[in-house]
Structures are given as C-alpha cells and as structure tokens.
Antibody, heavy 120, light 112 residues
Framework: QVQLVESGGGVVQSGRSLRLSCAAS????????MHWVRQAPGKGLEWVAS????????YYVDSVKGRFTISRDNSKNTLYLQMNSLRAEDTAVYYC?????????????WGQGTQVTVSS | DIVMTQSPLSLPVIPGEPASISCRSS???????????LDWYLQKPGQSPQLLMY???IRAPGVPDRISGSGSGTDFTLKISRVEAEDVGVYYC?????????FGGGTKVEIK
C-alpha cells in the first residue's frame, strides 16, 4: 500500500532554514507527480508546491517563490522541500501528497504531516 | 488565480438524512478534453485529508457510492445520500485545472 512519511519539521527562528523530506513506498515513485500542501493552525488547506515525475516541471504558490525549493530523488524514493528565509506565516503542518498522474492533477494519497513552527 | 468558494461553512446533519455541499469557482474548470478538474477531499478529525472525488464525479477507490459529485463549469456539488457517523469532518473542494492549485475554505460536517 502507498505510504508517505514526512520528516524534518521542528521549531526554527524566523529567517532560518529547514529541509523537509518525504519517504515514499508502495508505488513506483518515479512515475508520479508529487506535492507539498500546508495547513496553518486552525485553518484550511493551502497548496505550496508541485513537481512532475521527472523533475522537469516545478510549480510554487506566490508566497514561497524564491524562498522554497521542491525537489525529488527518484533513486531514493524521496521528495524534499527546502525552506529558506522562513517567516512566522510559514508555521503550519506540511503534508506530502502523491499525484494521481505523472504531472499535476489530483492528490490521491497524503502523508501524516510534519509540524513546522517559525518563532519570531 | 482561481478562487474557490464553498457553502455552507458549517453543516449539522442527522444520520440517515441527505447532505449537500456547494463549491463555486471563479473560472470555468472545464478542460478542452471534456473533464472538469474539480476534486473533493475529506479531512476527518485528527487525520490527513483524503481524496473523495476527482474530475468532479469519479469516486476515488474505497469511497462508498452514497457519496457522489456533480457539476460542470463553475458550479459543483457533493452529495451524501444518507449521512453516517464516519462522514463527519471538513470537506474541501480543490481545482486541479491550473497552478496554483487552490482549495475552497472548507465545510465542516457534524452530527446534529
């Protein structure tokens, strides 16, 4: 069965960096697009970034462009989110999600999430 | 960016009764291939979101047939024919037509 396990979250000071990882198993990782979605405390879902199966296409929400970088290592079945210049408003649970297809469409499996807290 | 608007914000339901959630998009979600790129997700209390419906009306694997999706263009509806206790949680619609992918604000379904 599909499993997505996020790690790398924690408490970090404003302006610092953090790298999230998502270890995938139970499917052919290199065949599917992948996403990061976040949820601020008590709030709804916000899409953050997506990457195509072969890393040829990457997309970001405007609020993280230039600060966050999505990447993947298909040899390690792992998705990453490098987060630089963190701000208080980046505080959220970050979910890794698998796409139903090779590029960007529906998010058919989600991880359990990892908490990122940015302190000022 | 495509703005997604859901209603109602909160929906108290009686087990065994039907329920309906509306989702509207600021632009048409109809692709040239004939599919409407609209998803529905359910986030149960304390859990990660799960995909319920994609391209507006196709159930994800394991979703019971008492849950259905309909609509086209800018107006979409999720219906539960007979609500069960396991259906409580927050329902989100999301457009998958273009990036940035955008979610509706959510509809909280709770047992009355």
């Amino acid at each position: 069965q599909v499993q997505l396990v996020e790690s790398g979250g924690g408490v970090v000071q404003s302006g610092r960096s953090l790298r999230l990882s998502c270890a995938a198993s139970g499917f052919t990782f290199s065949s599917y697009g992948m996403h990061w979605v976040r949820q601020a405390p008590g709030k709804g879902l916000e899409w953050v970034a997506s990457i195509s199966h072969d890393e040829s296409s990457k997309y970001y929400v405007d609020s993280v462009k230039g600060r966050f970088t999505i990447s993947r290592d298909n040899s390690k079945n792992t998705l990453y989110l490098q987060m630089n210049s963190l701000r208080a408003e980046d505080t959220a649970v970050y979910y890794c999600a698998k796409d139903r297809r090779a590029a960007v469409s529906d998010l058919d499996h989600w991880g359990q999430g990892t908490q990122v807290t940015v302190s000022s | 960016d495509i703005v997604m608007t859901q209603s109602p914000l909160s929906l108290p339901v009686i087990p065994g009764e039907p329920a309906s959630i509306s989702c509207r998009s600021s632009q048409s979600l109809l692709h040239s291939n004939g599919y409407n790129y609209l998803d529905w997700y359910l986030q149960k209390p304390g859990q990660s979101p799960q995909l319920l419906m994609y391209v507006a009306s196709i159930r994800a694997p394991g979703v019971p047939d008492r849950i259905s999706g309909s609509g086209s263009g800018t107006d979409f509806t999720l219906k539960i024919s007979r609500v069960e206790a396991e259906d409580v949680g927050v329902y989100y619609c999301m457009q998958a037509l273009q990036t940035p992918l955008t979610f509706g604000g959510g509809t909280k379904v709770e047992i009355k």
